[in-house]
């Protein structure tokens, strides 16, 4: 999000002069409440899908999968979707402190709604948790920028590498200690300790605030009164249309959760096509920026592609390790939520690598090209989806495989996700137009919507029938090998349109 310049001295360090590994405290207090706040989010992913699959005398809805994994993947596109209007919100109205604090709250709600054995309640939880993500998620890593002088701050870098760290730890801790109370105690009580997780993110948030820079307070461009009321009566229109609509299906008794999933799923594609058509069709960018924004377009369809695959990892795969994969492992048994640890676990002990390959291969000028390691990414997920379709062939009948295939299926796509999405984020900022530059890193996220609307769309028309069998895996996976080889065809175009911008 975009800032305003502060009196220097304002941003680095707390009132005491104390420091956090080196960097302003500040960064501690942000630290752990975004571990926390992945905490709650990962240990309520690594239970939602089994939970809504569960029958309902084992405590579950009930739902089919298809159903279960399309209503999965909406609310991860929400998440994502709302970033951008929680972005716009903390510019314009509050704040990035008071936006995050906000978000937090929201979030809390939600998972203590979701502890509720009601459906309503189950329901409008998702939509406080989809709705505070979306807050907090465009602000916390803005204000981790705001507690250092300026881009050049050498100590920048890593006090962003300490703060995903925090991100992964606590998405590695979420599903050991939140699925094993869903999956082994009760269902609920695994949602209320994600409530109680993000309590204590909120409650560090709060305590430490006095540590963060001022930067986080300001409203970088406030709205004016007109254009306060104007935007209030336009959403209350827009609000006031949806209840008179939707309590007319359910009054009528035609409502069923596809009412939800397919507006929401239409909503998510159209929005990034309606940007896109915003910026192109915008004559203040000049030949250059224009020519960059159809080069970005490719990389946005193909992060669309690979992020339709990964997000099923709480969905599709989490369900095939309950069903159809063994719960041991050289004799230790252990609930199936757990595999959804591999993947911050594999990201903790591979970025490091990664950065290291990078630097050594930009040393020797042999550093693959952003469209080459788009492509890679491609590659891997889709490889990872064919070794899904392998896997849901040795699991036939009532065999259950090896806990390796998972391993080895997410591993594969923690590789294609390190060659993809940091290279995403740089080249969302290298290409952004002057004038979007501080709206496009929310662009960048709608790929996410986008891929998992599809996904969603995917799930409800292909039903129970098709969704997780072999060719399910299969046509994904094959479809995503042949983005990457397209993309991999045609870099040279989209080197063209990138311009001078390597």
């Not at 739902?63 to 994994?69: G, H, I, P, R």
């Not at 007319?248 to 409502?255: D, K, N, P, Y």
Request: hydrophobic fraction near 50%; aromatic fraction near 12%; charged fraction near 10%.
């Amino acid at each position: 999000m975009a800032s305003t310049t502060l009196e220097s001295g304002v941003q680095s360090a707390s009132p005491s002069g104390k420091t956090f590994l080196g960097h302003p405290r500040g960064l501690a207090t942000l630290f752990m409440s975004e571990m926390w706040e992945r905490f709650s989010y990962y240990g309520m992913r690594a239970l939602l899908v089994l939970y809504m699959t569960a029958s309902v005398t084992d405590g579950g809805l009930g739902m089919k999968m298809a159903v279960a994994s399309a209503v999965y993947s909406v609310y991860t596109a929400m998440v994502y979707l709302l970033a951008l209007p929680g972005g716009w919100i903390a510019d314009r109205f509050l704040g990035a402190r008071k936006t995050v604090a906000l978000g937090g709250t929201i979030i809390m709600v939600g998972h203590f709604l979701l502890a509720l054995p009601v459906g309503v309640s189950f329901f409008a939880g998702l939509a406080l948790i989809a709705l505070g993500s979306g807050l907090l998620k465009a602000n916390i890593s803005t204000m981790v920028g705001h507690l250092y002088d300026g881009p050049n701050d050498p100590r920048r870098d890593g006090g962003f590498t300490i703060f995903y760290m925090g991100i992964n730890l606590g998405a590695f801790a979420a599903p050991l200690v939140i699925g094993t109370i869903g999956q082994k105690v009760d269902w609920h009580l695994g949602f209320a300790l994600a409530g109680v997780g993000m309590a204590l993110g909120l409650a560090q948030f709060l305590l430490g605030t006095r540590h963060l820079s001022a930067k986080s307070d300001v409203v970088t461009s406030p709205i004016s009164p007109a254009e306060k009321s104007a935007i209030f009566k336009k959403a209350g229109l827009w609000l006031a249309a949806a209840v008179v609509f939707y309590a007319v299906v359910a009054l009528t008794g035609h409502f069923t959760i596809n009412w939800a999933i397919w507006p929401l799923s239409i909503a998510g594609l159209a929005i990034p096509v309606f940007v896109f058509a915003k910026v192109k069709r915008d004559k203040d960018l000049d030949e250059t920026e224009q020519s960059r924004m159809s080069g970005y377009i490719w990389f946005f369809v193909a992060a669309a592609v690979f992020w339709m695959i990964y997000d099923q990892s709480g969905s599709t795969l989490n369900i095939f390790a309950q069903d159809n994969t063994s719960s041991t492992l050289f004799g230790f048994d252990f609930p199936s939520s757990w595999f959804q640890s591999l993947n911050p676990l594999y990201i903790m002990a591979l970025a490091p690598v990664f950065a290291w390959i990078w630097v050594a291969l930009s040393r020797r000028s042999k550093n693959p090209s952003t469209t080459a390691k788009f492509s890679f990414g491609l590659l891997m997920i889709g490889a990872s989806f064919i070794v899904m379709m392998l896997a849901m062939a040795a699991a036939s009948g009532d065999t259950k495989v090896t806990p390796l295939w998972l391993a080895s299926v997410y591993l594969i796509q923690t590789v294609g996700e390190l060659t993809l999405s940091p290279v995403g984020l740089s080249v969302t900022t290298k290409l952004a137009p002057t004038k979007y530059a501080s709206q496009m890193m929310g662009v960048w996220f709608l790929a996410v919507t986008a891929g998992d609307c599809v996904a969603a769309i995917f799930q409800l028309v292909l039903g129970d029938s098709v969704v997780g069998s072999t060719w399910y895996f299969a046509v994904q996976g094959g479809m995503a090998i042949l983005a990457g080889a397209a993309l991999y065809m045609y870099r040279r175009n989209v080197v063209r349109l990138m311009g001078d911008v390597h």
